[in-house]
């Protein structure tokens, strides 16, 4: 199935997506790949990360025709006892979506996204966020990652937050990033209600 790539990317990745010289089927990052409403699945490598079959010769068709092919091979006495009977209507649904995937997937894009996450990953020491709200020097502000993962920082227009209190000694405690609010103890039954924790702060 198709993936729906309208809201697919990190906001901070977004500049860079812009640059990146896209080869689609014909990247070295290339596969197909089928799976069945069971989850058995087969997944097939049209680039080994340096050489690409179509780019050596090969069609699309016959692409589809090797995911087939591995669908038509497999069993219940393959894949260590994992392996499936498959029938024509996923043989023909198969070559299908690989005729799709190869047609319409940004192959280097999403493998230079997935190591754009992973360096993201190591200099967060989580997930990158796409925004964070701050009290710095006694007002809010809008931290942003830029496309390499630091951090720039906005003022928030004025009266946005003025429902929302600085966190002081009296509402809030520190954190590593922002500061976790002092919950009332009604709000410390109800949140634990509803995720079963005990824990009596809520990070902001």
């Given at each position: 199935m198709p993936v729906d790539r309208s809201n697919y990317y990190h906001p901070s990745f977004l500049p860079l997506r812009d640059k990146i010289?896209?080869?689609?089927?014909y990247s070295p990052f290339a596969y197909v790949q089928f799976q069945t409403q069971e989850g058995h699945g087969h997944h097939l490598m049209v680039g080994d990360g340096g050489?690409?079959?179509?780019?050596?010769?090969?069609?699309?068709?016959d692409i589809g025709e090797?995911?087939?092919?591995?669908?038509?091979?497999?069993?219940?006495?393959?894949?260590?006892?994992?392996?499936?009977?498959?029938d024509p209507g996923q043989f023909r649904a198969a070559f299908a979506e690989a005729m799709d995937q190869l047609m319409s997937t940004p192959y280097d894009?999403?493998?230079?996204?997935?190591?754009?996450?992973?360096a993201m990953h190591r200099k967060w020491g989580g997930h990158i966020p796409a925004a964070v709200i701050m009290p710095l020097e006694d007002q809010w502000r809008l931290v942003v990652p830029n496309a390499m993962g630091d951090p720039e920082f906005f003022d928030v227009r004025p009266g946005v937050f003025d429902d929302m209190p600085m966190p002081d000694g009296d509402n809030?405690?520190?954190?590593?990033?922002?500061?976790?609010?002092?919950?009332?103890?009604?709000?410390?039954?109800?949140?634990?209600?509803?995720?079963g924790?005990?824990?009596?702060?809520?990070?902001?």
């Open positions: 010289r896209e080869r689609g089927a050489d690409n079959l179509l780019a050596m010769g090969d069609s699309v068709e090797q995911l087939v092919a591995a669908l038509a091979a497999c069993s219940e006495s393959k894949h260590k006892g994992h392996g499936r009977t498959h894009t999403d493998y230079l996204y997935q190591r754009w996450l992973e809030s405690v520190e954190a590593p990033l922002g500061s976790y609010v002092k919950l009332t103890p009604e709000q410390r039954e109800f949140r634990k209600m509803l995720r924790k005990e824990n009596g702060y809520a990070h902001t």
